[in-house]
């Protein structure tokens, strides 16, 4: 069997809430060590709940949770095991699902019993592996958005220092220190526009690789099967 990530009652209650139509009074039950994905979409389901979007919070939750430095993080990677095993003749339609969720194709490969898709977008990149063990199947979604992020701050700043070079020989300030003065400020700016751009890229990476996780969860759980008996 797969390791699953596990919740803990304050998160799994947040996740709860944030899914359509969620009402649970008194939260989910404690379990030691936490509750699964699978386990909030079964106490949702037990509730009378839609658990449609329990994957997409937990997903959101996890990246929000990894957190990251100058405007949030530019690799992601959220996970779970579903219940049960993914034939290979169901991987396409697995895959067609991912790429309608986020409107992109994608790249698909079988190698190993293991489905890989990626998709490509510019400097960024998110993948999806879905791989069947010996009594359910792992579901891991990785995005890599480093150059991505290099880009925003590199060419914001690039862009500001150049802007205050022209704004240095048009003034033609009076001492150095002046002219540092300006150089500085205009640096600090352009560091400034990088973090914007960024937050705004980083965002929707952010949506992309939680669509992509919620498509293939229920696209996986909706053909899953029992492993037959030996």
Do not use: Y
């Amino acid at each position: 069997m797969h390791d699953e990530p596990r919740f803990p009652d304050e998160d799994a209650r947040e996740i709860l809430r944030e899914s359509p139509n969620a009402m649970l009074p008194s939260g989910p039950p404690d379990r030691a060590g936490g509750l699964t994905l699978s386990d909030l979409e079964s106490v949702a389901r037990e509730a009378g709940l839609d658990a449609s979007g329990i994957a997409r919070a937990a997903a959101d939750l996890s990246i929000r949770r990894a957190g990251g430095s100058f405007g949030g993080a530019s690799r992601l990677q959220v996970t779970r095991t579903v219940p049960g095993l993914v034939a290979e003749r169901d991987f396409g339609a697995i895959a067609d699902a991912i790429g309608d969720a986020v409107g992109e194709t994608g790249r698909r490969e079988v190698a190993l019993g293991s489905l890989h898709w990626r998709t490509d977008r510019g400097a960024s990149h998110i993948e999806a592996r879905l791989t069947p063990g010996e009594e359910d199947t792992a579901l891991r979604v990785h995005a890599d958005a480093s150059a991505l992020k290099g880009l925003c701050f590199v060419g914001s700043i690039a862009s500001a220092l150049a802007l205050g070079g022209i704004t240095g020989a048009v003034l033609e300030p009076s001492s150095v220190l002046a002219g540092i003065g300006i150089m500085a400020g205009a640096g600090a700016a352009g560091l400034g526009a990088g973090w914007t751009a960024w937050r705004v890229q980083a965002r929707r990476l952010r949506e992309r690789v939680v669509h992509v996780f919620a498509a293939a969860s229920a696209s996986s759980a909706a053909v899953a099967r029992e492993p037959e008996a030996p």
